[in-house]
C-alpha cells in the first residue's frame, strides 16, 4: 500500500468526507406518503449544514441527483441550493447514474476538489417513491400535442375519435430497463438462475441484513447518522427506518411466494428491496479547508471506479466489475479492507456478485485477469445490515453507504472500507474509503 494511491489535489490535499446524514427511510407511501424527493433533499442538506454550524458562504458546490425525476424541479440540486437559504452563487447540477446516483456525485465533487475548482462541496441523492410524475400513454402524448396544432374543430374531433379507452389510462414510471423492458426483479432472477443462488441462500441473506440493522438500530450506531425528518409538516415526524424488520425470522420468508416469476423464481418482497422513500447528503473538503475551518474529518476517498457492462444478461453485477479497478487504484488488494459494503439491490445479486468474487472463471472470462478478486470474508460484509433491511431509495444509497462504512470504520479504530453498488444500464460503481 502506498501514500501515492490516494486521490490528492494537486497541493497534496487528500479528499476529505467531514460529515454525512440521512433522513429515516420510509417504505413506499408510509411515511413520506406525500413529501417529494426535493423536500427529503432539503431536509437532510438543511440539518447537515445546521448540526456542523458552517457558514454558508464557505459552500461551493452541490452536486445532487434523484433517479425519478420530478419534471417540474428537473435540476434538484439548485432547487436545494435556493431552498435552504444558501447563498444563491453556490454552483448547483444535478447527476443520474440510476442506483450509483449519490456515488456519482460524490465523484463529481472530488473531482471539483482535484482541479481546485471546490475547497467545500455536498453530495447526495434524494428519491421518493411515493410522489410520482405519473405520466400518460405515448398515444395520448402524441395527440395532445397534435390537438395544440389543430386549426378546426374537425381536426379536434378526429384526433378524439382515435383515443382508446386504455389511451387515457395514467403510466407510472417502471423500475425496468428501457432496452429489454426487463424489470430489476426479473434480470435478479437471471442472476439467481446463472449464479445457481437457491431461494435459502437468498432468505438467510434478508434475514442477516433486517437482524443486523435491527441490532445496529437497537445499540444506537445510527443515531447521529439518521436525522429525525417531518412525516408531513406538522402531522408527525419519523425517527427510525420503517423497514426494518426486529423479528424477522426465516420461516416467515418460506412463506412467500416469488414476484416476478411466479412458476419458477425465487426473487420475493422478503429477499429483495422494498421501493422506498428518503435522501442523503454527505459534506466533503480539501483536507487543508477542512483543517482550516476547524472540522474533525470522517474520512477519504482513497479510490473510485465506475464499470458498465451489457444489460440483456446478468446486468446488476456492477460490485464484481467495478471493485477490482477500484482496489488497483488504491493500490490495495481485497484482503487488506477491513469493511465491505454492497448494496444488496436483491439478495440473488449481492450473493451473486459475492460469488464472482471469489471466482477464477469469472476474472478470467469477464474481467480479463488472471485470478479472482477474493473471497469475501462475511465477517467484515454489511456488518451492520444492508438494503434489503434499510430500503433502497435510488440516489440516496451511495451517501448512505459511504456515511455508514466512514462511522463503522472508525467505530472500529480505523482502516480501509470498499462501498459498492450495481445499477441500472449495467453501470457499477465502487469506493475505497479510508477512515482519518
Ligand atoms: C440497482 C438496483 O438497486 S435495482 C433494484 C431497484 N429496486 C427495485 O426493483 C424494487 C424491487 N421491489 C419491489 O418492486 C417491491 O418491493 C416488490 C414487488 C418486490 C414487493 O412489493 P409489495 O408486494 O408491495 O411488498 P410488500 O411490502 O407489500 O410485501 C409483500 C408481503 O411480503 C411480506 N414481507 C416483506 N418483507 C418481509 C420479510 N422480511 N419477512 C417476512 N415477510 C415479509 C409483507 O409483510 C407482505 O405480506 P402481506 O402481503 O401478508 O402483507
Redesign the pocket.
Known amino acids: 500500500m502506498s501514500e501515492q494511491n490516494i486521490l490528492k489535489t494537486i497541493n497534496g490535499d487528500r479528499i476529505a468526507i467531514v460529515s454525512g446524514l440521512r433522513t429515516p427511510f420510509a ?1 413506499q407511501a408510509t411515511a413520506y406518503h406525500h413529501v417529494p424527493a426535493l423536500d427529503l433533499g432539503k431536509t437532510v442538506v438543511n440539518e447537515m449544514l445546521e448540526r456542523l454550524n458552517i457558514d454558508k458562504k464557505e459552500i461551493d458546490q452541490l452536486v445532487f441527483g434523484q433517479v425519478v425525476q420530478m419534471p417540474e424541479a428537473p435540476n434538484i440540486a439548485r432547487e436545494i441550493v435556493l431552498g435552504t437559504g444558501m447563498p444563491v452563487s453556490v454552483d448547483a447540477y444535478s447527476v443520474s447514474r ?2 450509483a446516483t449519490s456515488f456519482q456525485a460524490v465523484a463529481n465533487v472530488a473531482e471539483s476538489i482535484i482541479a481546485g475548482h471546490t475547497a467545500v462541496g455536498i453530495a447526495g441523492g434524494a428519491d421518493s417513491s411515493s410522489v410520482l410524475p405519473i405520466g400518460v400513454s405515448k398515444k395520448l402524448a402524441g395527440s395532445l400535442v397534435d390537438l395544440n396544432k389543430a386549426r378546426t374543430l374537425g381536426q379536434r374531433l378526429k384526433i378524439f375519435s382515435q383515443l382508446r379507452l386504455k389511451d387515457l389510462l395514467p403510466v407510472p414510471p417502471a ?1 425496468a430497463e428501457y432496452s429489454t423492458g426487463l ?3 426479473d434480470t435478479a432472477e437471471q442472476m439467481a438462475k446463472t449464479h445457481g443462488i437457491s431461494r435459502e441462500e437468498q432468505d438467510a441473506l ?1 434475514h442477516r441484513s ?1 437482524s443486523l440493522a435491527a441490532k445496529a438500530w437497537d445499540e444506537g450506531l445510527l443515531s447521529q447518522e439518521v436525522m429525525t425528518a417531518h412525516v408531513e409538516p406538522y402531522k408527525g415526524f419519523i425517527d427510525k427506518d420503517n423497514n426494518i ?1 426486529a423479528n ?1 425470522s426465516l420461516e ?2 418460506a412463506k ?1 411466494r416469488p ?1 416476478f416469476d411466479r412458476k419458477h423464481g425465487s426473487v420475493t ?2 429477499n ?4 422506498t422513500d428518503g435522501a442523503a447528503a454527505v459534506l466533503m473538503m480539501s483536507e487543508s479547508k477542512a483543517k482550516a475551518l476547524g472540522y474533525e474529518i470522517l474520512g477519504y476517498v482513497r479510490s473510485y471506479a465506475f464499470s458498465a457492462i451489457g444489460v440483456h444478461e446478468d446486468m ?1 453485477m456492477g460490485p464484481a466489475h467495478s471493485t477490482p479497478l477500484a482496489l488497483d487504484r488504491a493500490g490495495i488488494e481485497l484482503k487488506d479492507l477491513d469493511l465491505i459494503e454492497m ?1 444488496e ?2 439478495a440473488a445479486q449481492a450473493l451473486a456478485n459475492v460469488k464472482m468474487f471469489a471466482s477464477d472463471k469469472f476474472a478470467k472470462e469477464k474481467l480479463g485477469r488472471n485470478k479472482a478478486i477474493g473471497e469475501i470474508d462475511m465477517d467484515k460484509f454489511n456488518v451492520n445490515g444492508g438494503s434489503l433491511a434499510y430500503g ?1 431509495p435510488f440516489a440516496a444509497t451511495g451517501a448512505r453507504l459511504i456515511t455508514q462504512s466512514l462511522n463503522e470504520l472508525k467505530r472500529r479504530g480505523g482502516g480501509l472500507a470498499l462501498t459498492t453498488a ?3 444500464g449495467g453501470l457499477g460503481a465502487a469506493f475505497v474509503l479510508e477512515s482519518a
Not at 429483495?272 to 421501493?275: D, E, F, M, R
Request: proline share 3%.
Open positions: 417504505k440510476a442506483c423500475v424489470s430489476m426483479g434478508a433486517h424488520r424477522s416467515g420468508y412467500l414476484v418482497a422478503a429483495a428491496t422494498p421501493l446488476l448494496h439491490a436483491f433502497h450495481c445499477a441500472a
